[in-house]
């Protein structure tokens, strides 16, 4: 049997009048294998078909269960008998034919109930009279006596067992004994489903709750610059005053008399002058302004008439080439100026981070996950994922992939984290990437070129990007997925180290495509260590 074949294996009985029961099945079947076979690789198999010589009839029957994906079993009646209960009173009781019920139990076994189908003749016993283990599941009966012919019997027969195999279809073939069962679909709420689930970026809950968390925190923020009073600044000397000041420091200055008699007045340096002396601490209008704004759109609070919301005293600070600024002030001047830029970072940030979503507006974000849903230990996984290029276009992860009015912001929102933020799954207990996808090698080494490009051309200072649309590109490429090249179909392929029995993990990057049509579907093929190498379905999405 190849790794793609359907099997249906028939567990028959010839007590009964084979016109009645045993051929009327076995027809079905044919009808149904004859029917599907433009679709799927489907065969029909029975007790010792195919097998030469003179092989044990009952082992082989069993290793024919273990190998089948369908089980079609004749459970028509084959005999009654009278059985008393304990109260005194007497029942008859029908029994299909004991070896056709020993296949069924072992099939139930290894097969599963899902992809058994019981069929009998009620004409010999209804549903209800059969023994409880069988009276109790889904039967198929018929019957000759209704009026209907047996062409629409069979039909009857026939459609049940195509709903089977549809659902193997959909769902995967089952897993054979000692092997692992992985699993591919969409996470949803704890377990994988075979049911799209596209995520719209800027309403997905990570990263609603991603900004939720910035804003409850800016919030916050917002309460305690106003808890913090600060005593008026006092008067300063004014400009013209101070620069005055600096010049007499330079006029006062002790003059150097060289060894030849001629005179060096020594020049205070104009940088030294006005960056390393104490500066006051001055909140500009326009990030007022901005500050303003963002807090009545974002958090819903004016703080416009507010007049002590960005009063920080007399601070002063002056620039230190170890550490940047020092300080110089009440620690609840330094403390409420460092509140109030945190305010403004955290405000700036979450606009910036609804301005980059709209890249992603109309899109399909698919986060594909990986779950082995049985007790066996697996590794090396390979996952193959094909769409069909009619029914999507598949959006390619680059530096191009940003919306035009964000054009030159590349190095500003990979240095901000604003893709990791937005793309990355949420990771927790219960599911996780199966490596840290947010860095690679090569982050390395671009990180260096930074540090290069910063040395000689002054990138990262005085608002000069350090990084540039190229860090951006090798970013996103991360968290989305790239299709390979040069397909009939649109395909991807995802690796997973390992997994452990019941573990679910994150395919990789995400699927990004736009949808051409309102339904369609996913398929997919498994490869690893300790799988049988017939692992496959079908991830499906309907509008």
Not at 112 to 123: K, R, Y
Not at 237 to 256: G, P, R, V, Y
Not at 419 to 435: N, Q
Not at 489 to 505: Q, T, V, W, Y
């Amino acid at each position: 049997m190849s790794d793609s074949q359907i099997t249906i294996f028939y567990s028959w009985q010839s007590d009964l009048p084979g016109s009645e029961t045993r051929n009327i099945i076995q027809d079905s079947i044919k009808d149904a294998v004859r029917l599907l076979r433009d679709t799927v690789d489907i065969e029909a198999d029975r007790d010792t078909k195919g097998e030469f010589g003179s092989p044990d009839i009952a082992q082989t029957i069993f290793s024919k269960i273990d190998d089948c994906n369908i089980f079609v079993a004749d459970v028509s009646a084959v005999c009654r008998y009278e059985a008393t209960d304990k109260d005194g009173n007497k029942k008859v009781k029908y029994m299909p034919n004991p070896n056709v019920m020993l296949e069924l139990g072992y099939a139930t076994h290894v097969v599963g109930w899902d992809n058994v189908i019981c069929v009998l003749n009620a004409d010999y016993g209804a549903p209800e009279d059969m023994p409880f283990d069988i009276a109790s599941r889904r039967l198929t009966p018929f019957s000759l006596k209704d009026g209907k012919s047996k062409g629409e019997i069979k039909r009857y027969i026939k459609g049940v067992i195509q709903d089977t195999v549809e659902n193997i279809l959909e769902n995967g073939k089952r897993v054979k004994t000692g092997f692992s069962d992985l699993r591919l679909g969409c996470y949803d709420d704890g377990s994988i489903s075979n049911m799209l689930h596209p995520i719209e970026v800027s309403n997905s809950v990570s990263f609603v709750k991603h900004k939720t968390q910035i804003l409850d925190e800016s919030l916050k923020l917002v309460e305690q610059i106003r808890s913090m009073k600060i005593t008026e600044p006092s008067e300063l000397l004014n400009t013209e005053a101070a620069s005055n000041a600096d010049e007499k420091q330079t006029s006062n200055a002790t003059a150097i008399i060289r060894k030849d008699g001629s005179v060096l007045t020594p020049v205070t340096s104009s940088l030294k002058l006005n960056l390393f002396k104490l500066q006051r601490v001055h909140i500009k209008d326009e990030d007022r302004n901005t500050i303003i704004e963002l807090c009545k759109n974002y958090l819903g609070i004016d703080i416009y008439e507010d007049t002590d919301f960005f009063n920080i005293g007399n601070l002063e600070r002056k620039y230190d080439l170890m550490s940047s600024y020092s300080y110089e002030g009440t620690k609840d001047e330094e403390n409420k100026y460092n509140s109030i830029m945190m305010l403004e970072n955290n405000l700036h940030r979450v606009r910036m981070l609804d301005w980059y979503a709209t890249t992603f507006d109309g899109l399909f974000f698919i986060p594909l996950a990986i779950e082995n849903a049985s007790k066996v230990y697996d590794e090396d996984v390979d996952v193959y994922v094909k769409i069909n290029k009619g029914v999507v276009e598949v959006i390619i992860p680059s530096k191009e992939l940003i919306n035009p009015d964000m054009r030159g912001l590349e190095g500003l929102i990979y240095e901000e984290d604003v893709i990791k933020e937005l793309l990355m799954m949420p990771e927790s207990s219960d599911i996780s990437y199966d490596t840290d996808i947010s860095y690679t090698l090569a982050d390395s080494l671009a990180e260096s070129q930074a540090l290069v490009r910063a040395q000689f051309s002054g990138a990262g200072i005085n608002g000069n990007p350090r990084y540039n649309s190229d860090d951006y590109g090798r970013e996103i490429i991360k968290y989305i997925a790239m299709p390979k090249a040069k397909s009939n179909d649109i395909e991807f392929e995802f690796s997973i180290g390992s997994l452990r029995a019941k573990e679910k993990k994150w395919l990789g990057p995400a699927l990004l495509i736009n949808p051409l049509t309102d339904n369609f579907h996913i398929e997919y093929s498994i490869k690893s260590k300790n799988s049988d190498g017939d692992l496959s379905g079908i991830v499906t999405y309907t509008k």
